[in-house]
């Protein structure tokens, strides 16, 4: 995901202890409200177990790049998983932490009452870990401990749903399944997403699609970024360009085909020509290819060999891309998500 022109503050996170993992609990989900009022404390988590069968994923920017500035309230009411980009390094390893742009003039109290307010809508707000300027590293015990301690920490201070792994530069599928293993220990509702890029998930011996595959039990869904990308091979073994209806169908295939269920595989698109360097397509092309997977229609020149009612849905970078283009993105993909099979 790029982030260009990002003011960034990170700050140092202290006092977590080893009790963090042991942390947990889930928190009745509330009535609905229209306006929630500011709260110091988080709001009630939602948990994977509320995540729609079809869902809409979309990215949340944390800094002004050109697009249209949000506040999480201003998020499309289409999305169903809010991922908030982006947490950073600190100075240890594998830890990371959580600062507003202070340039969106938005309030950390206000912040944690919008996550508060959107979960009671039965919205996911997660924290997204990486992005294209992501340096953060798992690649040892201590870093692995060090990830899930300051992961668990940020869902206790903002009331995150989960995490987002977004790391564009390298993945150790052993330690950071160990990070994520703690995680769900100690949240047992997590919802875990991932945004691995194309090359990513060509083969289950790549290390992001053996992270997936290694905590399949509880992973939400991979939504690949099918953007940025040269030609991939498809599950038949053809190559294909991005930007077409093939290149979405027949690399998710290659996810299903390598073990991952098709709940567990969304298809994420730039939100409008701008938010990506390429691979934007059409939003209807992205329907095309969710039908062409669920119900064997509206496909290209490949066909699946199985249909598969059960895919999870769409992605996009991201919501403020989207409110730029006139919201074209949700407001086509998302109603057709939500009424998959």
Known sequence: ??????????????????SALAAGGLFALGPATA???????????????????HAVTGYW????????VQTLADVQN???IIAVAFADATGTPGQVDFTLDPALNYSEQQFKADIAAKQAEGKSVIVSVGGEK????????????????????????YGFDGVDIDLENGLNSTYMTKALNAIHAAKSDVVVTMAP???????PQNEYFKTALNIKSFLTVVNMQYYNSGSMNGCDGKVY????????TALACVQIKGGLDPSQVGIGTPASPRAAGSGYVDPGVVNDALDCLAKGTGCGSFTPDEKWPGIRGAMTWSTAWDASNGNKW?????????ALP
């Open 197 to 203: 890029q194309t090359i990513d998930m060509q083969s």
């Open 134 to 157: 992501g340096a953060v590293s798992v690649n040892s015990d201590a870093s692995a401990d060090a990830f899930a301690t300051s992961i668990v920490s940020l869902m206790d201070e």
């Open 241 to 248: 360009s991005a930007g077409t209806v093939d290149f979405l």
């Open 1 to 18: 995901m790029a982030r260009s022109r990002r003011l960034s503050f990170p700050r140092a996170l202290v006092g977590l202890v080893a």
């Open 61 to 68: 920017q944390n800094f002004d790049n050109g697009a249209t």
């Open 78 to 80: 289409e999305y169903d």
């Open 35 to 53: 306006h929630a009022q500011p709260s110091t404390g988080p709001g009630p988590r939602v948990g994977a177990s509320q995540v729609p069968a």
């Open 330 to 338: 949700s407001s086509t993909v998302g109603p057709h998500v939500h």
